[in-house]
């Protein structure tokens, strides 16, 4: 009996030590005491600033707005490979917006795999030649009274470059940030702020974001790229309450030196901000297979392009992230294959293989 | 000790009143109507007995056909038009059930691609709303290599009612039977042979989708009202589009599309349309105080369901003014058909808008995509 105490005891002592030795090595030595903090309901805090992160939305919708003229109407607008260029580097005063122009930084310099998404970019100008495309031969293909651009197989490569630039610049730039405010120590309030406030910037959702309200087009603050999927593809998963929130508690826990709660905000709006990835992406895997959309290549291959740029975002995922490495190269491959092929499968194999990863891996 | 066991009550209270709260949309009795017995009437009423009736008249076509194709003959010809007409009517009986076995059979592709909403009969050019791709149709019958499976535009045109449309009916149809007879008899057999197999795949399919069909009373994306709302809403647009408005010219500055009506060379249009709509006003009413209708006023919204009511009837009325074949109405009577137009507008706005946003269905079937 006094054996098995014994042995009971050893064994929980040899957990506690275990246990013990997982400890998060970053975890700050010397905590410092909370002090009370209310969580505001509008992200107006008092010193508040993310204009580079802005900008940086700004700069992408500029040039994925410009990489649409071409698709106006159904005969050729000519596209300007300099300006495009332009708008990358940010030289030569190529954004309408003048204050982008003075910024003194350009998105190609905070994206991740930047010579691919730029390559998508300059594949807008190379396919838009006014040639009608098929399989093989890129050109375009009508999409309503308007046409889409797309590549040899498909791919509209405005949206692979647009989608693709959420990941790889916002979505990534975010996880960073957010991972990086978890690492800091609690006393160090002024560096968390400022990366935390960088990362809700690439959220680009007004700081009174209210989920009830549908945005106009016309409004200068309405919600940009990710805060717009907030409402177009993440109302079914309560994305823009659940980040939003998360942004503001977090905000305010920095303040009240609480990294508890600062830490478990960071990891909350990571794993909804990839799980909104995801339902975008399954909508965009899923339209193309239905009846109302078969037969009409233009608005098949423009979902597709975009699943295509969302699925890419998951290469820049957080370390703890629900999806496994060999998941994502199934979707990933998927998504990289020739799009005439995708929507001419009987029964859709490979969108119903990459939804039902999708689905199952992110609870959709 | 009494105050903690007073908590645990309250908690158990909290949680049980929770629990009884179910969002009013899962209910599948809602303010006294019950959306069971509603989804069991048009199982059982309308859907099944009308796919079953459609593998009935795929068969006497199938029979038609073949006499025909034995001999072709001005005679046979014309009981090939009878069946074919009593299976394209009974098409637009089934057509707004788009969903479950016969979106797994993409049925409405096979049988009559409408072309899609988003193809512009001025910017798309030739395959667009009800076409028939007769280069592809002659090139088929010619090599012999073709796919019926495969799900392009061109694929679609050249199959189901249009392809058959083209074959049985077109100027010298009887004549180009003696021209490369076998494979042009090969190929009209495929495409019967290919209609009727989907027509029993989807009428066999609904045994085992009933139960599942009936148990969702839920109003969300995919669920069986949704679906129906939504193909309701789709059927009318079609009607507005590429029935109706877009041959007449609503979509190219009034430049008429006469090839484009629904099955053109057998030449009954507008009968066509009539029974799409009579079968969307019997969906919407229902039976035995079953049906969208009654479900629309136990919501609370009589206005609107004697709204639509009234606008069903105003849209058939002028409707069923328009003379076939609506190819040639189009250019001598343009205001009649106009004036079928106008109503209608307004019976899809009605469903697309009112009726749907009652029900708490979003309709999805657009390609309404933000970019």
Redesign the interface.
């Known amino acids: 009996m006094n054996k098995n105490v014994l042995s009971v005891g050893a064994l929980a002592l040899a957990i506690l030590s275990i246990t013990s030795c997982k400890k998060d090595p970053v975890e700050p030595v010397d905590p410092t005491p909370i002090k009370e903090y209310t969580v505001p309901t509008t992200y107006n805090f008092a010193n508040t600033d993310y204009t580079k992160a802005r900008q940086a939305v700004l700069m992408a919708v500029e040039l994925?707005a410009y990489l649409?003229i071409a698709n106006a109407?159904?005969t050729l607008v000519a596209l300007d490979q300099n300006k495009i260029n332009n708008m990358f580097a940010n030289t030569g005063n190529p954004f309408t917006n003048t204050d982008l122009n003075s910024a003194g930084f350009n998105i190609t310099s905070l994206t991740s795999d930047a010579s691919l998404y730029k390559a998508y970019a300059d594949s807008v100008v190379m396919f838009n030649t006014g040639v009608t495309a098929s399989q093989g031969v890129g050109g375009f293909v009508?999409?309503?009274?308007n046409k889409i651009v797309v590549g040899p197989n498909g791919v509209e490569y405005g949206?692979a470059f647009i989608k693709g630039t959420m990941g790889a610049l916002m979505f990534k730039e975010a996880v960073a940030l957010l991972n990086s405010v978890k690492s800091m120590s609690d006393a160090d309030t002024a560096a968390a702020q400022k990366a935390w406030d960088a990362a809700f910037g690439y959220l680009s959702v007004p700081v009174n974001y209210d989920t009830s309200v549908v945005y106009q087009s016309a409004d200068p603050l309405k919600p940009l790229l990710w805060g717009?999927y907030l409402a177009?593809r993440g109302k079914a998963i309560q994305a823009g309450g659940t980040i939003f929130q998360a942004f503001l508690k977090g905000r305010a826990a920095i303040g009240g030196y609480d990294a508890t709660v600062r830490n478990a905000q960071a990891d909350i709006i990571m794993e909804k901000w990839e799980q909104l990835a995801a339902a975008a992406a399954l909508n965009y895997v899923t339209a193309p297979t239905?009846?109302?959309?078969?037969?009409?290549l233009?608005?098949q291959f423009?979902?597709l392009s975009?699943g295509l740029g969302f699925i890419m975002a998951f290469k820049y995922r957080p370390a703890n992230s629900k999806l496994s490495a060999a998941d994502f190269q199934t979707l990933s491959n998927i998504l990289h294959k020739d799009f005439y092929v995708l929507?001419?499968q009987?029964g859709f194999t490979d969108l119903v293989t990459a939804q039902n990863i999708l689905k199952n891996t992110y609870g959709l | 000790m009494k105050k903690v066991s007073f908590l645990i009550v309250f908690v158990l209270l909290a949680v049980g009143f929770i629990a009884c709260r179910k969002p009013p949309t899962d209910q599948e009795v809602e303010n006294g109507f019950d959306k069971t017995a509603m989804l069991t009437y048009y199982a059982d009423n309308i859907i099944v007995p009308g796919y079953t009736a459609m593998v009935e008249k795929m068969q006497a076509l199938e029979s038609a056909s073949n006499t025909f194709l034995a001999a072709p003959s001005g005679d046979a010809q014309a009981t090939v038009k009878e069946a074919y007409k009593q299976a394209y009517l009974q098409y637009q009986k089934v057509a707004a059930f788009?969903f479950g076995p016969a979106?797994t059979a993409?049925l409405?592709?096979y049988l009559n691609?409408s072309?899609?909403?988003?193809?512009?009969f001025?910017?798309?050019?030739e395959l667009t709303g009800f076409s028939v791709d007769t280069n592809t149709i002659e090139n088929n019958i010619t090599t012999g290599n073709y796919n019926l499976?495969?799900?392009?535009?061109s694929s679609?045109y050249s199959q189901g009612f249009p392809a058959l449309n083209y074959l049985f009916f077109a100027p010298g149809a009887i004549e180009k039977y003696s021209t490369n007879t076998a494979a042009r008899v090969a190929y009209t057999k495929a495409v019967i042979t290919r209609m009727a197999t989907l027509v029993n795949n989807v009428s066999t399919g609904w045994t085992a989708y009933r139960s599942e069909f009936i148990a969702n009373t839920q109003t969300n994306v995919g669920s069986p009202i949704g679906n129906m709302v939504n193909q309701m809403a789709?059927q009318m647009d079609l009607l507005k589009g590429p029935r109706l408005g877009w041959p007449l010219g609503k979509q190219s500055n009034g430049i008429v599309f006469a090839t484009k009506c629904e099955a053109y060379y057998a030449g009954f249009s507008v009968a066509l349309a009539i029974e799409n709509l009579t079968n969307l006003k019997r969906i919407y009413v229902g039976g035995e105080g079953k049906g969208f209708s009654a479900y629309l006023v136990a919501l609370g919204n009589e206005q609107m369901n004697n709204d639509v009511l009234a606008q069903f009837d105003a849209a058939l009325s002028k409707l069923q003014l328009i003379p076939d074949p609506l190819s040639n109405t189009l250019t001598t009577q343009p205001q009649t058909v106009d004036a079928a137009y106008k109503e209608i507008q307004k019976l899809l706005t009605l469903l697309k808008t009112d009726v749907a946003s009652a029900t708490a269905v979003q309709i999805t079937?657009m390609?309404n995509?933000?970019?």
């Open positions: 994925d649409k109407g159904s009508p999409r309503g009274a949206q717009g177009e239905a009846s109302s959309a078969i037969g009409n233009g608005t423009h979902a975009e929507v001419n009987s | 788009q979106e993409l409405d592709l691609f072309g899609g909403l988003d193809y512009s001025t910017t798309s050019g499976a495969n799900m392009s535009r679609f789709y079937f390609d995509d933000g970019d």
